[in-house]
């Protein structure tokens, strides 16, 4: 998985709001050991406000985000996680459509995005999810397209971009293309598979 990129100021807002739970959490935590009469050593009292930023951090960013999310709490990034079945159209032959199925895993501030056709698989190496854009949520990635050993001999190894608006929760539509010695361009619609 690799990092992605956000418009939404919500990234700075939650760092904020786990680092003044972190001190709060420390505080008590403080109070506690004071309370039962317990000596420690200072190196576990001193790094517990870092020690349960981690923590809250990493809970946060794999699972919270998610629950957030769904009350529309702070949190605007959409959930893309899960299986998508993928439409396509390419200019290379305007006759020809493909379909394949595309697997995104994403946390809070992560993706990785899987694309498998018959002839190929692509994943994207960088992305971005803007939030505050007037056409809706768009997720934009780099990829890299490798074709399988039975590909037709005009299909190469080469970088691409792809462009996603999201039309509600399942169901991405966009354009994509690629390199500039392949020159190819064409449209995506990704509808998610629920309950498969």
């Known amino acids: ?3 992605y990129a956000t418009d939404s100021s919500e990234r700075k807002n939650v760092v904020l709001i786990i680092a003044l739970l972190s001190v709060a ?4 935590l403080h109070r506690v050991i004071e309370w039962l009469g317990l000596r420690l050593p200072w190196w576990i009292d001193a790094p517990s406000v870092m020690g349960i930023f981690g923590v809250l951090y990493e809970l946060f960013d794999k699972r ?3 629950v957030f999310r769904k009350f529309r ?3 605007k990034v959409p959930d893309l996680n899960g299986e998508w079945d993928v439409e396509g ?3 290379f032959d305007s006759n020809l459509s493909f379909n394949g199925k595309i697997s995104i895993h994403q946390t809070w501030t992560a993706i990785r995005i899987f694309m498998e056709t018959v002839h190929s698989q692509s994943y994207s ?11 809706g949520c768009t997720l934009s990635y780099e990829y890299r397209n490798e074709p399988k050993p039975r590909a037709p001999s005009t299909m190469h190894a080469h970088r691409g971009t792809c ?3 999201m039309k509600n929760s399942d169901l991405l539509e966009g354009e994509y293309y690629s390199g500039r010695d ?3 361009y064409g449209s995506l619609r990704l509808q998610r598979r629920v309950g498969k």
């Open 182 to 184: 392949r020159q190819n």
């Open 25 to 28: 959490l420390a505080w008590c």
């Open 163 to 165: 462009v996603l608006r």
């Open 73 to 75: 709490i702070i949190v």
């Open 64 to 66: 919270l985000w998610r």
């Open 89 to 91: 159209n390419t200019s």
């Open 1 to 3: 998985m690799h990092p």
């Open 125 to 135: 190496l960088s992305a971005s999810l803007l939030v505050e854009q007037p056409e």
